[in-house]
């Protein structure tokens, strides 16, 4: 079975560009969210999707937006890039919502931002 | 802020030997898991424990939950260097919204010498 797979795996924009990515969840799973990890820091939680529900958000700015689609897939959208946007991006899958089990995370999509 | 702090925060050790991180956390949870990245991947779910467990075990790993101290340990007995990884602990977190979210240490890197 396929795992949660993100796309794309690096890219390079640059500063007041817009970007987005893109994750698949593990088949019958219901639930994406989605982390920003700056080098040396933990996974920041930026957004939860549930049943194509937005059921949470995490501290970040109105550049950052996302979407979940009937087939559960989702994008995450970032607007006018500042160089601090520079991270790893992780999408998680999981059965239900937060509180209901373990994550399945993407290998994640490198961004950097010059 | 609202996030879990790991101790400590890197830690070398030979292989054979034990290794325990330890987590501390800020609010009442309802799960409190443990995760394990390689190098700048996606992070793999090791353990949950529930708030009403106080020890779970998994191979060679042993988790503790502390509610009345907001503390967790994790224990890799009998390291081996594939072992070598960052580790998070993650705690789900009721925010101002009234939305659960999970919230990521700040991890602990684990080297470990053949």
């Known amino acids: 079975d396929a795992g949660v797979t993100q796309s794309p795996t690096h890219l390079i924009k640059t500063r007041g560009q817009q970007v987005t990515l893109r994750c698949s969840p593990i088949?019958?799973?219901?639930?994406v969210s989605w982390y920003q990890q700056v080098l040396g820091q933990g996974p920041q939680f930026i957004f939860q999707?549930?049943?194509?529900?937005?059921?949470g958000r995490g501290n970040f700015p109105d550049r950052f937006s996302a979407r979940q689609f009937p087939n559960y897939s989702s994008e995450l959208n970032v607007n006018a890039l500042l160089l601090g946007d520079s991270a790893l991006y992780l999408c998680?899958?999981?059965?239900?919502?937060?509180?209901?089990?373990?994550?399945?995370f993407g290998e994640g999509s490198r961004l950097t931002v010059l | 802020s609202q996030q879990g702090e790991e101790d400590p925060q890197a830690l070398s050790i030979q292989e054979g030997e034990n290794a325990t991180m330890n987590c501390s956390y800020k609010t009442s949870i309802n799960n409190l898991q443990w995760y394990r990245q390689n190098s700048g991947r996606g992070l793999v779910h090791l353990i949950l424990i529930r708030s009403n467990e106080r020890e779970k075990h998994s191979g060679r790993l042993r988790v503790t939950l502390d509610t009345s101290k907001k503390s967790s340990s994790l224990l890799i007995t009998a390291s081996r260097a594939a072992d070598t990884a960052s580790y998070f602990c993650?705690?789900?977190?009721?925010?101002?919204?009234?939305?659960?979210?999970?919230?990521f240490g700040t991890g602990t890197r684990l080297k470990v010498l053949a």
């Open positions: 999707y549930y049943e194509k529900e937005e059921r």
């Open positions: 998680a899958s999981s059965l239900g919502g937060v509180r209901t089990g373990e994550l399945f």
């Open positions: 088949s019958g799973h219901k639930s």
């Open positions: 993650a705690t789900d977190f009721l925010s101002t919204s009234g939305t659960y979210k999970y919230i």
